[in-house]
């Protein structure tokens, strides 16, 4: 079927950046007087047009249609954090239809609703693809709560006007959320990236759930709507993928804390210069970073004696530059102060920071040199404990690595202190999404399935886009399969964390300690 051509040639996109292409094709639509443009099939590619920016008041769109409030069944919730994880809480959720007045009940039994807190909706608009999709509309609803008591459980329904979360028809959906305690003690945290629709994912979630985390990080690449993760308009996409993954994941993140950064398949150029409309409509995260109007997935948090960071990596990238340079170097400097007052903060004993693209990874995407040099030297600087990466579908983690070399090793079952060895990077990305392999020769060693430590030739992305070729030692673990971590974090006066690395069904490959000096 033959459509206009109204996207990007691909070969001019690839020489664009996100906000050079959202620029291109706001000027073309001007000139053809419409809002949106359709997609277009050409040479075989999906060419898609820009959407209409994420709309955050609660308006319905003019074409929209109304449907009667009972009727009408929210789904995919998910929470998350504010920047005091003690007394705050974000809820979300989405519903399939315009509603009137949504909002949170919330109490502390699940037949005591009392207090009633109004959600704001944030809808897409995403057009159609003649002969592939119909224009979509979504609408995602959110609710803050604040003032929150420290160590307690809540429990919440979601509804609007013609559906009420506390009727006894609803009461099947009420959930529970438990806030961050008042002081230290022990808890499990999860994470993994790279996740999708599938059974694996699914299966995933499985397991994450019996660790029973206080919440989980999520290290980008979350849903892959946009298939092409290049960040150009010429990707494949489909809105669609987000009902399925949030229905899928529904079952964990209406209960914990679903703390997500921003991947290469997070930039999903239909809605905002920088493709980053999409996420700041589906989530509401603790919006504490550098820009937390534009860039949701960088923020910080503290739980327990615990700090966390999560930062937006497309920033620094030299593989995928649609984004590089975006923040002008805001981001880099947000990141050297936070963690100058993290390691200051009192009651902190570990640091830990969390984004997509890898820096020490030998698998399909390697390493990326924008991350290297940009943020490595800022990790080592303020003694950063364990860094968490997605990007390369498969689990691979090093060495302590100090100065890009080893700087102790690290067997499985081993401690290590990052004061004196240096620092251990996980690349988590067995979430669910099709797996990875290694390079040819290099053979998964992991738990119960050990061989020999040898040097591994791999390569790390250049500010030039090119591969650099390297011979490394620090390649520890690997494994090609789906998993996930859990990392027991142990206050008191010999804290720790307690790092494991599980399968999709439970079957434990990895584990270490990190133990600071006293």
């Not at 699940?110 to 057009?127: C, F, K, M, S």
């Not at 809540?154 to 009461?171: I, L, M, S």
């Not at 497309?314 to 923040?327: M, Q, T």
């Not at 693209?357 to 924008?370: E, F, K, L, V």
């Amino acid at each position: 079927m033959e459509t206009p051509d109204v996207g990007i040639p691909p070969q001019l996109a690839r020489r664009m950046s996100m906000a050079e292409q959202y620029e291109y094709l706001r000027a073309r639509l001007t000139r053809r007087r419409t809002l949106v443009t359709a997609g277009a099939v050409a040479g075989g590619t999906l060419l898609t047009g820009c959407a209409q920016p994420a709309r955050t008041a609660g308006l319905p769109a003019p074409s929209a249609s109304r449907a009667q409030g009972a009727a009408v069944i929210p789904f995919g919730r998910h929470l998350a954090f504010g920047a005091d994880p003690k007394t705050q809480m974000r809820i979300s959720w989405q519903v399939p239809a315009v509603v009137r007045r949504p909002y949170v009940r919330i109490g502390l039994r699940p037949d005591d609703l009392g207090r009633r807190v109004p959600a704001e909706v944030r809808d897409l608009h995403t057009p159609g693809a003649p002969g592939i999709r119909p224009a979509v509309e979504q609408y995602y609803v959110h609710a803050a709560l604040d003032r929150l008591h420290p160590g307690t459980t809540y429990y919440y329904g979601v509804g609007h006007d013609g559906r009420d979360p506390a009727a006894p028809e609803n009461r099947s959906a009420i959930a529970s959320f438990r806030t961050a305690p008042a002081s230290p003690e022990r808890f499990v945290f999860t994470a993994f990236g790279d996740q999708g629709v599938s059974r694996a994912a699914a299966a995933n979630d499985h397991v994450l759930l019996g660790q029973k985390p206080a919440f989980h990080l999520h290290a980008g690449d979350i849903c892959y709507a946009d298939t092409g993760g290049h960040g150009e308009r010429s990707d494949v996409y489909d809105p669609r993928t987000w009902d399925r993954f949030l229905r899928q994941n529904e079952p964990v993140a209406r209960s914990v804390p679903w703390m997500v950064t921003t991947g290469n398949h997070d930039m999903e150029a239909w809605y905002s210069p920088d493709g980053y409309g999409g996420q700041l409509a589906r989530f509401s995260l603790p919006g504490n970073g550098f820009d937390p109007h534009g860039t949701p997935g960088a923020y910080s948090f503290r739980y327990g004696n615990v700090g966390f960071v999560a930062l937006d990596a497309n920033d620094v990238s030299y593989e995928i530059p649609a984004n590089l340079g975006r923040s002008g170097g805001r981001q880099t400097r947000w990141l050297d102060r936070t963690l100058r007052e993290l390691r200051a903060a009192k009651g902190v004993d570990f640091v830990v920071v969390f984004f997509h693209h890898c820096a020490y990874s030998t698998s399909q995407h390697a390493s990326d040199g924008g991350v290297r040099a940009e943020w490595l030297p800022l990790f080592e600087k303020h003694q950063v404990d364990l860094v968490i990466n997605g990007h390369n579908h498969v689990y691979e983690r090093t060495d302590a690595v100090r100065g890009g070399a080893v700087g102790r090793p690290v067997p499985i079952g081993a401690s290590t202190d990052p004061t004196r060895d240096g620092i251990v990077y996980v690349t988590a990305g067995g979430g669910g999404r099709e797996l990875y392999s290694f390079a040819s020769g290099v053979k998964d060693s992991y738990e119960g399935h050990l061989t020999r430590h040898d040097e591994v030739k791999t390569f790390h992305w250049t500010r030039s886009h090119g591969r650099a070729p390297e011979t490394v030692e620090w390649s520890r673990v690997r494994y090609t399969g789906f998993s996930l971590l859990s990392v027991a974090a142990q206050a008191g006066p010999s804290p720790r964390l307690a790092v494991s690395a599980l399968t999709e069904t439970g079957e434990r490959i990895d584990h270490f300690e990190v133990r600071r000096g006293r």
